[in-house]
Structure formats: C-alpha cells, structure tokens
T-cell receptor, first 116, second 114 residues
C-alpha cells in the first residue's frame, strides 16, 4: 500500500496567491482529515470527511479556506488568498471507520507551505 | 481551555531506562485515546490506542488509562536512542456517534541519551 499521498511536498508562494494542496487517501479508507501543524498551536483539525461528505469544518480558519472531496480517492484544500500566517505544515490523514469508536489515522507526509 | 494537555519537555532519559509520558484531557465523555510518535520533519505515526481503563501493552510500550482522573500515559521500557522523538497524545472528544475526529496535544519531546 502506498499510504496517504500528498502533493506538493513543499510550496512557497507570495501573499495573495491561491494555493491548492492535494491528497489521495489509502484505498478503502472512508474518512479523510486535514490538519495544520505549527510550533505555536500544534496539530489542529481543519475539516474532515466521512464517505466523501464534509462532517465537521469548524476548524477551518475563515472563508479563505475551502476543501473538497469529489470522490473517495481525492481531496483538495484550497487557500485563496494566502497570507503569511497560513505558513505551516498541512497534513492529510485517512482511516477506516465504522459507527462507534474511531480508529487511528494514517498520515501523509505533509505539505510544508511558506507564504512570503 | 486546552482540551488535551501534555508537558512539552524535553524529557531526557538514559538509554535502557523507562520513559514516562503523560497526558490529561478535559472532556470527561472521551472514549478513545491514541499515542503517536513524530520524528523531526516527519509525519505522526500511530504507536497504540486504548479504550478501557487500565493498562495495554505492546512490546516495549504500555499505555495506561484512568478515566476518573482524565489521565492517559505512555511508558517506554528499555528506551533506545531511536525512540527520541515527539510523542503526541490524541483524544476522541465525543462518546460514540459518528464523530471520528481526534484532538491532539502539542506533544512531549523525548530525548534518549546513549
């Protein structure tokens, strides 16, 4: 299994530009999570999907952030316009969940975003 | 109020010693607890999970859960330099239902000295 695949690994962009992060979950997993990690705030959940449906987007910072999951094998996180405070490592994770207790996630390698 | 609290460390132990990592959580209804290890510049990887009060052992790792005290810990026996990493505690803050999100602590940096 290739694991959770994220692209790009690194992204440097100028303030005001649009940024799109991509994620391919593990085949067969039905839940997908987007997290952001910074030294100050640690790992923060932005949004998660179950069976391609957004379940909880309460962690999305503001309207500049949007996420989609058009099918079971692909998700995007878009930031428009980007700001320097968006600089962080963005992780995608997936898991297989049934009703009841969640299973642990498998994380992708992350995208290190720098907004200058 | 922070939902999951961990001592940021660094926690320094000699090789071969027992490392003890601690975590407290605020939501008394939490049911599922996870420990992740994160090497510098890498992604978190799952070490083990625990759902019931008491101890759960997996190789050199033991997770301990005390729901009455809202406390979960991870013991690493015979610590090795390769165990040097940040250890993240994660909690599912809701009891049952279809909420599968995990809330993470900020992690404890462990250093094992040869």
């Amino acid at each position: 299994d290739a694991g959770v695949i994220q692209s790009p690994r690194h992204e440097v962009t100028e303030m005001g530009q649009e940024v799109t992060l991509r994620c391919k979950p593990i085949s067969g997993h039905n839940s997908l999570f987007w997290y952001r990690q910074t030294m100050m705030r640690g790992l923060e959940l932005l949004i998660y999907f179950n069976n391609n449906v957004p379940i909880d987007d309460s962690g999305m910072p503001e309207d500049r952030f949007s996420a989609k999951m058009p099918n079971a094998s692909f998700s995007t996180l878009k930031i428009q316009p980007s700001e320097p405070r968006d600089s962080a490592v963005y992780f995608c994770a997936s898991s297989f969940t049934l009703s009841g207790a969640p299973n642990g996630y498998t994380f992708g390698s992350g995208t290190r975003l720098t907004v200058v | 109020q922070k939902e999951v609290e961990q001592n940021s460390g660094p926690l320094s132990v000699p090789e071969g010693a027992i490392a003890s990592l601690n975590c407290t959580y605020s939501d008394r209804g939490s049911q599922s607890f996870f420990w992740y290890r994160q090497y510098s510049g890498k992604s978190p990887e799952l070490i083990m999970f625990i759902y019931s009060n008491g101890d759960k052992e997996d190789g050199r790792f033991t997770a301990q859960l005390n729901k009455a005290s809202q406390y979960v810990s991870l013991l690493i026996r015979d610590s090795q330099p390769s165990d040097s990493a940040t250890y993240l505690c994660a909690v599912n803050p809701n009891s049952g239902g279809s909420n599968y999100k995990l809330t993470f602590g900020k992690g404890t940096l462990l250093t094992v000295n040869p």
